[in-house]
């Protein structure tokens, strides 16, 4: 896995889809989670807000309307104080963890799945277990990324519509 630097971190993600939360190291461990799910047949949002309030650090649909949420670990510290990742399970089918490779992850619990990435792409170390959402969420939350999808498109495309006078998802 590789470091990045502060040179790295504008190629790591647009400007304007950056909100300034998340680490060089995440938003690096995010890219590459996000190049490993595109060859497994997913598109995927970062960031992405969840119906209880959560924040999902990646939700992906696949082809098929499989829906995963990958939560990023940037250090053991990182994990430690979070713990609210159980509420983001009632959301997805399978849920994972994502780390880099200096990360230990003796500590992450075993009924999760596991990817490994760094800036350039990422695997599954350990598959999740697969919890099949109702049909009523799974159509809930597919409309809900496809519509976080196309605002997010819109205010790139159109960065002055993006005051408080339009409602935002």
Not at 32 to 53: A, D, I, K, M, Y
Request: proline fraction near 5%; glycine fraction near 6%.
């Amino acid at each position: 896995m590789t470091k990045t630097t502060p040179s790295q971190e504008t190629d790591l993600v647009h400007p304007a889809l950056a909100d300034g939360r998340q680490s060089d190291k995440a938003l690096a461990i995010a890219r590459g989670v996000r190049r490993h799910l595109q060859l497994l047949g997913f598109q995927s949002l970062t960031e992405f807000s969840l119906p209880n309030g959560r924040r999902a650090d990646i939700a992906a649909v696949s082809d098929g309307g499989e829906i995963w949420i990958i939560e990023i670990k940037s250090s053991i510290e990182d994990f430690r104080a979070d713990n609210k990742w159980p509420e983001y399970q009632e959301f997805a089918d399978k849920f994972f963890f994502a780390v880099d490779g200096n990360f230990p992850i003796e500590v992450l619990p075993e009924n999760t799945g596991l990817m490994m990435a760094d800036r350039f792409g990422g695997d599954t170390v350990r598959p999740a277990e697969k919890h099949p959402l109702a049909a009523a969420r799974r159509k809930a939350l597919t409309l809900r990324i496809a519509r976080t999808a196309c605002q997010r498109l819109h205010n790139l495309a159109d960065p002055d519509a993006t005051n408080e006078t339009f409602r935002q998802i």
